[in-house]
Nanobody, 125 residues
Framework: QVQLVESGGGLVQPGGSLRVSCVAS????????IAWFRQAPGKEREFVAV???????YYGDSVKGRFTISRDNAKNSVYLQMNSLQPEDTAVYFC???????????????????WGQGTQVTVSS
């Protein structure tokens, strides 16, 4: 059983920064594709960023240039550095993982078999 544990969410002012973390266990971490999704109340889950086993990265249009995803295989961890945060970034942020996902499915939340519990990020003054 794969487990994903998130941390780092909280309250931040507009224009501020925050880093959320996802620690994985239960499977060979270095070979996994790890993604971040977010979901605001009443809205569908939205793709944010993904990092593949080879460290290639992809971002959703709304966060390009502001967010950076990275991984530390030695720590079984993936990070999402969020800069220039705006109120519309307020959401529950989830990490997700899969070991068989293909390139065309990277932005599809239904393609991921494993999910963390989510961490709340609130951007407000």
């Amino acid at each position: 059983q794969v487990q994903l544990v998130e941390s780092g969410g909280g309250l931040v002012q507009p224009g501020g920064s925050l880093r959320v973390s996802c620690v994985a266990s239960g499977r060979t971490f270095s070979q996994g594709t790890i993604a971040w999704f977010r979901q605001a109340p009443g809205k569908e889950r939205e793709f944010v960023a993904v990092i593949r086993y080879n460290s290639h990265t992809y971002y959703g249009d709304s966060v390009k240039g502001r967010f950076t995803i990275s991984r530390d295989n030695a720590k079984n961890s993936v990070y999402l550095q969020m800069n220039s945060l705006q109120p519309e970034d307020t959401a529950v942020y989830f990490c997700a993982a899969d070991w068989s996902i293909i390139l065309s499915e990277l932005r599809n939340p239904r393609a991921y078999d494993y999910w963390g519990q989510g961490t709340q990020v609130t951007v407000s003054s």
